[in-house]
């Protein structure tokens, strides 16, 4: 297993992957952990985030600096993500007690209440693109919980893995508490039959999705799935182009691109639809891209050179089917694994940059009659991760947000996620939630307890 750099294509360094009997034999320490960690008080298990958010803030320099130099974003942004970590660790040690607190029902009995018990140790299929956030996510309910974390990251950032086992286990977590399991894909599969997995949460690919909720379900085990995304950004005619268009960049460039909930296709009422272009494309075409530890470079490479190829054929393809070329488009002949900020014009259901998820920095353009057909284009997709609407009136896009199937819809702000708010997608985008009381409960025991 290699750790890459994206902007050099370097090798940063070589792991050595566990076998299938060297992962199982790691999962009896989270056996033994859980026991121990179950009964652990409240306060005992909030004491060990926040000590962990410390630790995350006493090294923010260098963990950010591993992120870059792993998967490429830029080192602002790095450390932007170190720091919700931190947040998020210090949300939930906060709040847990309060979304876990066990509920008093009047029923017939003398007493009848329900508990939210852990299930036990959790076997987390985690992706690249925010190799920190993505697992702290879902580790930091579900460690309050009382559960136990069986990490597989992506392949492209075991660093990052390691890392994160290491600041659990200094913060006080039981030795087993978070392991970090550096296997393929094929041996964490073979893992969701183990007897110690009582659940598993992934984020990533549709395709690792659909192959690893069937393991699931043939193992008769819950899972989370947090999968890709096609976010709509709709504009409509009310709305200021110019303003507008700077937040587009922003949303569409975040991470070099490479986000679930990054805006994808601008939605825009056609007639603002001609400014908006311009404006997009002149805040795409200035971005000035280079080496992510440059403080002055705003966007890096992708991850790996695979996906500059897919995002390549991508707008190729979507520009033989009738899409216009507004800026970039053309592979820059430099080292590393770059791809230009784009932008598409005259996008149509049945081009790829409209029907399938672009990760990188590609903006698709496509013109609305109304709002109502606007609704209708967003809606015309696999995915249903999240979606904006940007309008003067805040009213009319609350009510266009009911129409849109999206688990998330933001009215005049770009699509993120939030500790205080549950997360998730639904349709192809995948199913459950994370963060928020939502996500604390999606991995316990939700037990009834009725008592004469």
Known sequence: MRSINPATGETLAEYRELSLAEAESRLEGAVAAFAAWRTAPLERRAAVLLATAARLRHERASLARLVTEEMGKPIAQAEAEIDKCAVACEHFATS?????????????????????????????????????????RAAAPALMAGNVIALKHASNVPGCSLAIERLFREAGLPEGGFTALLVTAHVAESLVDHAAIRAVTLTGSENAGISLAGRAGRALKKIVLELGGSDAFIVLADADPSAVAAEAVNARLINNGQSCIAAKRFIVEAPLAERFEWALAHGMARRKMGDPLDRSAEIGPLA????????????????????????????????????????????????????????????????????????????????????????????????LAAEL?????????????????PFGGVKRSGFGRELAAAGTREFVNIKTVWIR
């Open 405 to 421: 199937e999206a688990g998330s819809v933001f009215v005049n702000g770009a699509v993120k996620s939030d500790p205080r708010l």
């Open 304 to 399: 790996r050179a695979d996906l500059v190829d897919e995002l390549d054929r991508q707008v190729r393809v979507s520009i033989e089917r009738g899409a216009r070329l507004v800026t970039g488009g053309t592979r820059p002949t430099r080292p590393g694994f770059f791809y230009p900020p784009t932008v598409l014009a005259n996008v149509e259901p049945g081009m790829p940059v409209f029907d399938e998820e672009t990760f990188g920095p590609v903006a698709a353009v496509v013109r609305a009659r109304d709002a109502r057909h606007a609704v209708e284009l967003a809606n015309h997709s696999r995915f249903g991760l999240g979606a904006s609407v940007w309008t003067a009136d805040p009213a009319r896009g609350e009510a």
């Open 96 to 136: 847990a007690p309060r979304y876990l607190a066990s509920e008093t029902i009047p029923t017939d009995a003398g007493k009848s209440l329900v508990r939210y018990d852990p299930l036990g140790p959790i076997l987390a299929v985690m992706p690249w693109n925010f190799p920190f956030w993505q697992v702290f």
